[in-house]
């Protein structure tokens, strides 16, 4: 059974930093394609970033320059730091996982596994 457990949100001012972190489970880590999205309140769920097997990254570009995603295959973790977060940061964030698909670049929520989400609200 394959489960993803995020934490690290929390409640912080805009220009702080955070890191969040997702451990797998019932997975190898090293053999997926991770990543994060959120949701904020009336939203829909939007693709933040993700890493594929060969360490690939991609970034939607409201956070590029600003977070970096990266995965620790020894510990099955995944990470992303959030640096000068914006008050339109404010979510939901869910890790996903999937064997690696060809449209894994594009952030579109079509992974097969989900965690249940941590929060994050960055106030002005």
């Known amino acids: 059974q394959v489960q993803l457990v995020e934490s690290g949100g929390d409640s912080v001012q805009a220009g702080g930093s955070l890191r969040l972190s997702c451990v797998a489970s019932?997975?190898?880590?090293?053999?997926?394609?991770m990543a994060w999205f959120r949701q904020a309140p009336g939203k829909e769920r939007e693709g933040v970033a993700a890493?594929?097997?060969?360490?690939?990254?991609v970034y939607a570009d409201s956070v590029k320059g600003r977070f970096f995603i990266s995965k620790d295959n020894v510990t099955n973790t995944l990470y992303l730091e959030m640096n000068n977060l914006k008050p339109e940061d404010t979510g939901l964030y869910y890790c996903?996982?999937?064997?690696?698909?060809?449209?894994?670049?594009?952030?579109?929520?079509?992974?097969?596994?989900w965690g249940q989400g941590t929060q994050v609200t960055v106030s002005s």
């Open positions: 019932g997975i190898t880590a090293s053999n997926y394609c």
């Open positions: 996903a996982a999937d064997t690696p698909f060809p449209s894994w670049w594009l952030l579109i929520a079509a992974f097969a596994y």
């Open positions: 890493i594929n097997v060969d360490d690939r990254t």
